[in-house]
């Protein structure tokens, strides 16, 4: 997770870095590793401090919490009290939006055992079988190792998470054995 801590009349010491850290740590755990990006504001006001948390979770669901105390160890755990509730809220969707699809998983999987053997061509008027594989995973890596990584497999392409961009990128073999890059527009 990318975290931007801001202080705003307030110096950003390491102690209160830890305990913005300790604060969300709870949070990253409750999400499995969901959370993409974070944005902690930090206010001192006169005689109160203001702790305004927003994170950025897979799926462009964004959480916010506000709290306010008069340390800022209370003001942050409102915030992070707040959150975890969208938390909450957020993981039941998620569990209750994989309980819904498991119905179409089956009928999915009897039409492709009912569907025609691999050796025979399809109708012209039908349209593609789409075949359904395993998770693919998405790691950080720079466009020169994802090189490396396709020319040493028999796989024909990569997906990778572009460290440098920090973007989802391609690379692929071409027909004349060159690799190609798909890089998303900005």
Same mark, same amino acid.
């Given at each position: 997770?990318?975290?931007?801590?801001?202080?705003?009349?307030?110096?950003?010491?390491?102690?209160?870095?830890?305990?913005?850290?300790?604060?969300?740590?709870?949070? !990253?755990?409750?999400?499995?590793?969901?959370?993409?990006? @974070?944005?902690?504001?930090?206010?001192?006001?006169?005689?109160?401090?203001?702790?305004? *948390?927003?994170?950025?979770?897979?799926?462009?669901? *964004?959480?916010?919490?506000?709290?306010? @105390?008069?340390?800022?160890?209370?003001?942050?755990?409102?915030?992070?009290?707040?959150?975890?509730?969208?938390?909450?809220?957020?993981?039941?969707?998620? =569990?209750?939006?994989?309980?819904?699809?498991?119905?179409?998983?089956?009928?999915?999987?009897?039409?492709?055992?009912?569907?025609? $053997?691999? @050796?025979?061509?399809? !109708?012209?008027?039908?349209?593609?079988?789409?075949? $359904?594989?395993?998770?693919? $995973?998405?790691? $950080?890596?720079?466009?020169?190792?994802?090189?490396?990584?396709?020319? !040493?497999?028999?796989?024909?392409?990569?997906?990778?998470?572009?460290?440098? =961009?920090? /973007? *989802?990128?391609?690379?692929?073999?071409?027909? !004349?054995?060159?690799? @190609?890059? *798909?890089?998303?527009? /900005?």
């Amino acid at each position: 997770m990318r975290l931007e801590l801001t202080g705003r009349q307030v110096e950003i010491t390491p102690a209160l870095r830890r305990l913005v850290d300790r604060k969300l740590a709870k949070l !990253d755990r409750k999400l499995k590793d969901a959370i993409v990006s @974070g944005q902690v504001v930090l206010t001192k006001d006169k005689y109160r401090n203001v702790a305004d *948390i927003t994170l950025h979770v897979r799926g462009d669901n *964004i959480l916010h919490g506000l709290g306010e @105390g008069t340390a800022w160890e209370v003001s942050l755990g409102q915030a992070a009290e707040k959150l975890e509730q969208q938390a909450t809220t957020l993981k039941g969707k998620w =569990t209750e939006r994989k309980r819904r699809a498991t119905p179409g998983k089956v009928i999915a999987a009897e039409a492709l055992s009912r569907a025609e $053997p691999a @050796g025979e061509p399809a !109708d012209a008027g039908q349209a593609p079988r789409i075949v $359904p594989t395993p998770r693919y $995973p998405v790691k $950080p890596m720079t466009v020169e190792e994802a090189a490396m990584v396709v020319t !040493d497999r028999k796989e024909a392409f990569v997906v990778f998470r572009n460290s440098v =961009t920090d /973007s *989802i990128n391609v690379l692929y073999r071409r027909k !004349d054995g060159h690799l @190609g890059l *798909i890089e998303p527009e /900005s």
